[in-house]
Each structure stands twice: as C-alpha cells, then as structure tokens.
C-alpha cells in the first residue's frame, strides 16, 4: 500500500515472498494498479526454484524480460506488460537486482 502513495514514485521496485504462491504477485500487480513503477517480484525457494515476475513499461518489460530470465535459468514468456517464469536458480536475484537498478540508471 505505501508504495502506491509514494511521491515521486520509484523507478522500479523488488519484492521476495519465500512463502507465497505465485497469485500473490498478480493480486499485487492489479493492487498496485500502474505501470509507470517497474516490479521484479519473485515467489520460491531463495537458493533454488522458483517464479518471477516482471511488470511494467512495455519497452521496460521487453528489454529486460528474457536476460532476467536467463540469470535464473528460467522458461518464461512476455505479453504486454508483464513477463513471468518459472526458474532454477532463485540465488542470482541479488545478481538480477544489480542488473535491474544499472538498467535504470539512466533512464
């Protein structure tokens, strides 16, 4: 909820939920209602299997949707919006994180 009510929203923003089913980031998606914040959610094992999330930008989405996918040796696709995949490898989020926040850098 707060992130809804930041001003100036963020460029992007990460969320984690060892413990959630996937649902949960599609009910946080369509909470959020926007697409001008870029999220990177993921849902799983932290070290192993898992899912991810991309939402956002269309341009945003298609950029990243596909290497973010590779750094978890994931199978995914992207619509739109939104990119999501199931992956293997969940102990490269803080690697996917870096590459999220360079990306941004300059935008």
């Not at 001008?36 to 070290?47: P, R, V, W, Y």
């Not at 995914?76 to 990306?103: H, L």
Request: glycine share 8%.
């Amino acid at each position: 909820k707060n992130l809804k009510i930041l001003d100036p929203p963020p460029k992007y923003f990460f969320l984690h939920r060892k413990e959630a089913e996937p649902d949960f980031m599609n009910v946080l998606i369509k909470e959020l209602g926007r697409t001008d914040i870029f999220l990177f959610l993921s849902t799983g094992d932290e070290k192993t299997v898992g899912n991810i999330v991309l939402y956002g930008e269309e341009k945003y989405v298609s950029d990243l949707g596909n290497q973010i996918c590779e750094m978890f040796k994931g199978k995914g696709a992207g619509k739109g919006n939104k990119f999501q995949a199931k992956v293997t490898k969940m102990v490269n989020r803080k690697k996917a994180e870096q590459y999220i926040s360079d990306y941004f850098k300059d935008k």
